[in-house]
């Protein structure tokens, strides 16, 4: 009788952990918080439970086909950097053949789950998310312009517009306010990341903002895009007939989220020693969206 070991199984675990790397399923979990909270303001309410997890699963498989093909296509910069030399395609865990044959049969599968379980509206709007995330990003964007993460980014907004879509079946100025939201807060979200790792960009020959310019001109980009988010976000208020709770929450996460960045630029200017560091911003950037959009879901079930 065949039987088998703990290393054989234990090899399984690894090439499967290895698959779901190539995902970055950290990044996926981002992605689908802004979902659900859009699908719950589209429907006014309680959307479809059914619908909702075949929009999750149809988004999670389309966000990790786009995130295997970079994987793939980035694999040389990717063995330069510290951050990234450990990912599948570096290693040699998975041979860029396989990568590539996985991330086409991701986006396929997304593709016709979303065509045939959701609507026709969604599966377009996820082509042209992996489409944009895939060439326009990383095959055009982010080895030639420091620009890149502020117009590669618009991937990223698009799970707003397909949670959208799977709901009404069509796209509504609300759901416009909350792609601007989302299209605005990548770069102060992505920027003080490549703050930390600008050597690891320079070594690659990755033109991100923080390798060509200074501290100071990264730091006022940046509370120019987080102006714009806060307007977005305030913006939502009269297209989706918010009420005043969600007005003060995104009033409230607004301001604390520009004190951040101002505070960083006086300190990129040499007004101040104090302000807060890149990774500080970073990960209040999570807080900030995370928090929002649970404050767009809960205000839809509030009774005034």
Known sequence: MHRTDGSNRAGWRDRVGAYVALTKPRIIELLLVTTVPTMILAENGLPDLWLVVKTLIGGALAAGSANAFNCYLDRDIDSVMNRTKRRPLVTGEIRPRDALIFA??????????????????????????IAIYVVGYTMILKRRTPQNIVWGGIAGCMPV?????????????????????????TPPHYWPLSVKFKKDYAAAGVPMLPVVASDRRVA????????????????????????????AAAAGLGGWFLWLTVSMLRKAQGRTTKGPG????????????????????VDVFLPF
């Open 104 to 129: 086409t049969a991701l986006g396929a599968v997304s593709l016709v789950w979303f065509a045939w379980l959701v609507n026709p509206a969604a599966a377009w709007l996820t082509f042209g998310a």
């Open 161 to 185: 517009f397909i949670g959208w879509a799977a709901v009404t079946g069509s796209l509504d100025w609300a759901a416009v306010a909350l792609f601007g939201v989302i299209f605005f807060w």
């Open 220 to 247: 006022a980009e940046m509370l120019g895009h987080t102006i714009a988010m806060v307007a977005c976000s305030l913006a939502l208020v009269p297209l989706a007939d918010m009420s005043w709770a969600y007005t």
């Open 278 to 297: 890149a990774m500080k911003v970073f990960h209040a950037s999570i807080t900030y969206l995370t928090l929002l959009f649970v404050a767009v879901a």
